[in-house]
């Protein structure tokens, strides 16, 4: 591998990291000011993770999405079109959490978070499916991200029934 296609390659994969992280910015704008005020006020079930585990969990599980994006770009082009599909499924994904912050977060709103959240873990489960015929590295780097969002899944809806 040459100098220049090295350089792209990395480029890329900066690209992914940048566009998870912008999306976790988002979400974090629609997050700040309940996750202090009103999230704590809410009844959870006993068990819920601490809140400082949400932050070093996110940092991970978007780290590993964007390298699993990464490795899905960087196949040989007999796979273009799977590649193409896998990578607009990412983004959707990627737009759904981001989204699934202000239905939930900054509309205080755990009913409007189910269908988004739900929806999301759909999404997941199929890029799940693509990744496991496509690069068995990618595949492995997505399974924390659908084990979280299930867990996110029940928690909201816990939270929903609960309030």
Do not use: H
Request: net charge positive.
């Amino acid at each position: 591998m040459t100098i220049r296609p090295r350089l792209n390659s990395a480029l890329v994969l900066v690209a992914f990291l940048a566009a998870a992280f912008a999306a976790a910015a988002l979400g974090g704008l629609a997050t700040a000011s309940s996750v202090k005020t009103w999230y704590p006020t809410l009844a959870k079930p006993a068990w819920t993770p601490p809140p400082w585990l949400f932050g070093p969990a996110w940092t991970l599980l978007y780290t590993a999405m964007s390298v699993a994006a990464w490795r899905v770009w960087r196949l040989p082009a007999d796979s273009t079109a799977a590649r193409a599909c896998t990578l607009r499924l990412w983004w959707a994904q990627l737009a759904l959490n981001a989204a699934w912050s202000w239905a939930f977060f900054y509309f205080r709103n755990p009913a409007a978070g189910l269908p988004v959240i739900a929806a999301l873990l759909v999404l997941l489960v199929l890029l799940q499916i693509r990744l496991l015929r496509l690069d068995r590295v990618a595949a492995a780097l997505w399974v924390p991200y659908v084990l979280w969002v299930s867990f996110a899944s029940a928690l909201n809806f816990e939270i929903w029934r609960l309030n």
